[in-house]
């Protein structure tokens, strides 16, 4: 990090200075591993994203904000190729995921690492095998390798105890962490987060986060991530963007957002209950 010491000491340009670099691991380039472009999906009637454009910056951590209900799963379902558009594309890794055959698709979704909403462990699975279960199916490695991977992937998220235990013995928090360990297996590029913070109390949800960081600042990778949880989007994003009616309403940097003069925006952010966002 640059100090107001470096602006006043020596040769350095103070115009070259004003954008501090960013942390180890948090190094955004300017290539997109995942657009969005103009996806449109309705349901019956019903208009979830009506035109929605967004670049995720790669090996930087994104946050679509939105209140409940603005479609920010289905967003993410398009992005792993669960859903497919009505209109627009979704292009990962260069190539518009609907262009490509479904085993295409398939071997795209393996560079993916998801955390669902709740863990979306398998219940008749011990915590071990559940993180073991990405290796087994998608590689040829032996028992020996893959267990070497779990219990390291198991350390970071500290949870090497509760390996034998089945998720219905562990706590939502436990959970988690161990759909964190399992969504981080096979060395994925891009990792997706779906309100990770839904259902922990607030120390857990920091706690969390902190685990976020720690994992992004060590593997980088490019995150997504949505939540309606406004403390989580300040505390783990390097960006941030604001999903209101089936559009992106802002993108940018967190403070960004947070200093953002768009009605919605603002009362979003701020959990104010005057404002163009109503109960509807
Ligand atoms: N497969 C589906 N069929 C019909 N409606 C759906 C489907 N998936 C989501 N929806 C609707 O789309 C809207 C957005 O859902 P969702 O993306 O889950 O919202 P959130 O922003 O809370 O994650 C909701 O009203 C939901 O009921
Ligand atoms: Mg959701």
Redesign the pocket.
């Known amino acids: 990090m640059s100090t107001s010491d470096d602006l006043v000491g020596g040769n350095v340009d103070p115009w070259l200075s004003v954008s501090e670099p960013d942390p180890p691991g948090h190094e955004p380039d300017l290539t997109h591993s995942v657009q969005i472009r103009n996806v449109k999906k309705a ?2 009637s ?1 208009h ?1 994203l009506t035109g929605l454009n967004l670049d995720f910056a790669d090996n930087a951590i994104t946050t679509v904000l ?10 993410l ?1 398009h992005i792993v190729g669960l ?1 497919e558009p009505d209109h627009g594309e979704v292009v990962v890794f260069g190539q518009d995921i609907w262009s490509v055959s479904e085993r295409e698709r398939q071997e795209i979704r393996k560079r993916f690492g998801v955390l669902f909403q709740d863990g979306a462990l398998f219940g008749s699975m011990n915590i071990y095998d559940n993180v073991a279960f990405p290796l087994r199916k998608h590689t040829n490695k032996s028992e020996t390798e893959i267990r070497k991977i779990v219990m390291e992937r198991l350390e970071e998220v500290g949870l090497t105890r509760a390996v034998n235990k089945a998720p219905g013995e562990v706590s939502g928090g436990m959970k988690k962490r161990a759909g964190f360990a399992r969504a981080l297996v096979l060395n994925p590029s891009v990792v997706m987060f ?2 990770p913070d839904s259902g922990l109390d607030p120390v857990r949800t920091s706690l969390l986060n902190d685990l976020i960081l720690k994992l992004h600042a060590e593997h980088g990778g490019t995150y997504i991530l ?1 939540t ?1 949880d406004i403390r989580t989007a300040r505390k783990v994003s390097d960006y941030v963007g604001v ?1 209101w009616k089936g559009k992106l309403v802002h993108y940018g940097e967190t403070e960004e957002a947070f200093n953002s003069e768009l009605p919605f925006v603002r009362q979003f952010l701020s959990g104010d209950s005057v404002g163009p966002l109503g109960m509807d």
């Not at 209900?69 to 967003?75: F, N």
């Open positions: 349901f019956g019903f979830v939105g209140p409940s209900g603005t479609g920010k799963s289905v967003l379902k859903l779906d309100e949505v309606h999903v």
